[in-house]
C-alpha cells in the first residue's frame, strides 16, 4: 500500500468517525477544510478527496459558500437504495411525500429562530425555484437539490427523518428513475408555495405547515409516463379540490393583510 491510499484511508475513517459516532451530528457543518487537514494531519487535497467519496454515499453536501453539511450517519445511498430498489417509483414518491409534510409540521414545532432565517434566506435565494425538487430529463445537477427542503428537514429537527428524505432523493437519482419525473409548477407556483410554506412555520402553525406542504408536494415533482404525459399522483374530485383553492386563498389573503 502506497503512503497516499493510506492517508486517504485514515482520512476517511477520522471523518466517518466524526459522523457515525454523532460528534458532528445530522444538520450540522463539519469543519472547514484547512482545519481538517491540520487535525488529522494531512494535505488538503486528501481530506477533499475523502468528503468527496462520502458525499456520494449520502453522508456529507458541500454547498456553494456555506460549507459542508452531515445529512446522514450511515451510507443512505447504499443502504436504503438496495431496500428502495424494491418499490415502483409510484411508491417512493408517495413515501417522499410523507416525509416531506411530516418535516414540515416538526419544522413549524421545533425551527428555532437561526432556522428561520436559513429557511427564508434559502427561499429568497431558489426564487424562480430552479432548484426546487425537479428532475429534467437529461438534467442532472439540478435535480432535487432544493436547499430550502433541505433546511426544513434541519429545522424539523429528527434526524432520522432527514437521512430517510436525504436516501429517498438519492434514489430517485438512479438511472431506473432519471427521466420519468418533472416537474410540473410554474416558478411563480413554487415561489408562492414556498412562501406559504415558510410563513406557517414563522407563525408556528403546524396545521397550516401540513397543508400547504401537501399542496406544494403534490405538483413538484409528478411521474411521467413513455408517451411523456404526466401521470396524476393524486385525483380529486371538484368539491376536494374547491376546498384546497379556498384554503390557499384565505391564506394568501392574511399573508397580503399581514
Ligand atoms: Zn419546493
Redesign the pocket.
Known amino acids: 500500500m502506497t503512503m497516499g491510499s493510506e492517508r486517504a484511508r485514515s482520512t476517511l475513517a477520522y471523518l466517518r468517525r466524526h459522523i457515525s459516532t454523532g460528534a458532528w451530528p445530522v444538520g450540522s457543518r463539519i469543519p472547514i477544510e484547512p482545519e481538517l487537514a491540520e487535525q488529522i494531519g494531512v494535505g488538503r487535497s486528501t481530506v477533499r478527496e475523502a468528503v468527496r467519496s462520502l458525499a456520494s454515499i449520502g453522508m456529507l453536501e458541500t454547498l456553494p459558500g456555506r460549507g459542508t453539511f452531515v445529512r446522514s450517519s450511515a451510507p443512505t445511498s447504499t443502504l436504503l437504495n438496495e431496500f428502495l430498489n424494491d418499490f415502483t417509483l409510484e411508491e417512493i414518491l408517495s413515501y417522499r411525500r410523507a416525509l416531506e409534510i411530516e418535516a414540515a409540521q416538526q419544522a413549524a414545532l421545533h425551527r428555532s429562530d437561526e432556522d428561520l432565517v436559513a429557511l427564508e434566506r434559502a427561499a429568497l435565494e431558489e426564487k424562480g425555484?430552479t432548484r426546487?425538487?425537479v428532475l429534467l430529463n437529461g438534467s442532472e445537477s439540478s435535480a432535487f437539490d432544493?436547499t430550502?427542503?433541505r433546511l426544513l428537514f434541519d429545522a424539523a429537527k429528527n434526524r432520522l427523518l432527514a437521512s430517510l428524505y436525504a436516501g429517498t432523493n438519492d434514489q430517485l437519482r438512479t438511472p431506473a428513475h432519471r427521466g420519468r419525473l418533472a416537474n410540473v409548477a410554474t416558478a411563480s407556483e413554487?415561489e408562492r408555495?414556498?412562501a406559504r410554506v415558510l410563513d406557517a412555520i414563522r407563525r408556528r402553525d403546524f396545521i397550516d405547515a401540513v397543508h400547504s406542504m401537501a399542496d406544494?408536494v403534490d405538483h413538484?415533482v409528478v411521474i411521467v409516463n413513455d408517451r411523456q404525459e404526466v401521470v396524476p399522483a393524486l385525483v380529486r374530485t371538484p368539491e376536494q379540490q374547491q376546498r384546497i383553492n379556498t384554503a390557499r386563498e384565505a391564506d394568501e389573503l392574511r399573508a397580503a393583510t399581514r
Do not use: G, L, Y
Request: glycine share 0%; hydrophobic share 20%; charged share 20%.
Open positions: 425555484c426546487c425538487p432544493s430550502f427542503h413554487m408555495d414556498h406544494h413538484d
